[in-house]
């Protein structure tokens, strides 16, 4: 089964344009953009068995990819 994607332009969809502007004219934006992505590859990495880790580590990956996902959420719609 493939492991499924959590980019931020797959999970949003709509909000396609406003990512990219964001990410060109805000710079606390672009920065947890950069953030999320780190840390969305290297969960999609330990999932496919690249990288190995404890379980621990991986579910705080999750947990903090998700804040950055609620907080970037937050400033497109603000935006």
Known sequence: MPIEKHDLIHELPEYRD???ALKLNN???AELFDEYHEID???HRIEEGIEPTSDEYL????KKRLALKDE????LKKA
């Open 27 to 29: 710079e606390r934006f």
């Open 72 to 75: 970037l959420l937050a400033m």
């Open 59 to 62: 579910e705080q990956q999750k």
């Open 41 to 43: 590859h290297e969960i």
């Open 18 to 20: 406003r990512i990219h």
